[in-house]
């Protein structure tokens, strides 16, 4: 069993930076792949970014390419997710994800536990 607390949520300004952090808890996280989700209003899941158990691999969706990197730290049991150039479009409840699979994947239902998650507001 993992259980998931996300931190690090806020109001920013447009083209300003926020990291968020998940941390886990139980002594299998360094097996699971991680990763990130999103949910705008109205809108459905959608994911951001994730990355294998090793930190080796990465992958993220192409909204966010180039402004939001993925890491992990094993030794704390916690991933980051450091949002950099932020758009009013990434306001969201973020979401962080644990994989027994491994290795990173976008798809929502290979990810079997999840946190409860942050709100990112990005103000125009």
């Known amino acids: 069993q993992v259980q998931l607390l996300e931190s690090g949520g806020g109001l920013v300004q447009t083209g300003g930076s926020l990291r968020l952090s998940c941390a886990a808890s139980?002594?299998?996280?360094?097996?699971?792949?991680m990763g990130w989700f999103r949910q705008a209003p109205g809108k459905e899941r959608e994911f951001v970014a994730a990355?294998?158990?090793?930190?080796?691999?990465?992958m993220s969706a192409d909204s966010v390419k180039g402004r939001f990197t993925i890491s992990r730290d094993n030794v704390k049991n916690t991933v980051y997710l450091q949002m950099n150039s932020l758009k009013p479009e990434d306001t969201a409840v973020y979401y962080c994800?644990?994989?027994?699979?491994?290795?990173?994947?976008?798809?929502?239902?290979?990810?079997?536990?999840w946190g409860q998650g942050t709100q990112v507001t990005v103000s125009s």
């Open positions: 994800a644990a994989s027994k699979l491994a290795v990173p994947t976008a798809i929502s239902t290979r990810y079997d536990y």
């Open positions: 139980g002594r299998t996280f360094s097996s699971y792949a």
């Open positions: 990355i294998s158990w090793s930190g080796i691999s990465t």
